[in-house]
């Protein structure tokens, strides 16, 4: 069975700092008929349920620990017996939502996370929050940026925990290194390439995007 990309969006509400924002997140599975691999359990653990069935669920991703990317991870995990898997240095941004629950295993840069028949290969891309990652899936074309790249710049770094040069860095130095033609497949809103987005980075730089 041929691994696909399947999306879903998902509302609710993103914290910090004191303030709250309506937000849309899109929810990414990859897998086949049988397995996935579900990536930023946001907002509705009866909708990303939905779209599973009855696959197996191999693991629930955290591209990083802001609430709105991991508010229905816990839930989703105790109906699907999947582990969480977040990297460890969002664990202070990871506390403020589930104070009780840990995650269940840890993200590493480099790690390989298997399904379907594909490799997704865990990129730690820091500066919108400091466990940031993204997955690379060469099979698919396919990079799940998380909130670290948008169609447009890079995730916002105006808030506690983030940090532009960093995010910057991170852009340059993981992600525009990969082929251009790779889909990126965002946390929020339309999906873009990395030739897309590659051209404007001295330009994120200037404005301090």
Known sequence: MTARIEHLVTSGQFSLDGG????????????????????DA???????????????????VCTHAHNDHIDAAPELAARTGAPVLLHPDDLPLWKQTHPDRSPDAELT??????????ELTVLHTPGHAPGA?????????????????FAGGPGATGRSYSHFPTIVESIRERLLTLPGDTVVHTGHGETTTLGAE????????????
Do not use: K, M, Y
Request: proline letters at 3%; a negative charge; one cysteine or more.
């Open 198 to 209: 590659a051209p404007h980075l001295q330009e994120w730089i200037d404005r301090g995007f």
């Open 109 to 118: 840069d480099g790690q390989v996370l298997a399904v379907a028949g594909v």
């Open 42 to 60: 946001a907002h509705d653990a009866d909708a990303i349920a939905a779209a599973v069935g009855e696959r197996r669920v191999r693991a629930i």
């Open 133 to 149: 990652v993204c997955l690379h899936v060469p099979a698919l074309r396919a990079l799940f940026s998380g909130d670290t790249l």
């Open 20 to 39: 709250t924002w309506d937000v849309d997140n899109n929810v990414w599975l990859v897998g086949d008929d049988h397995e996935v691999v579900v990536i």
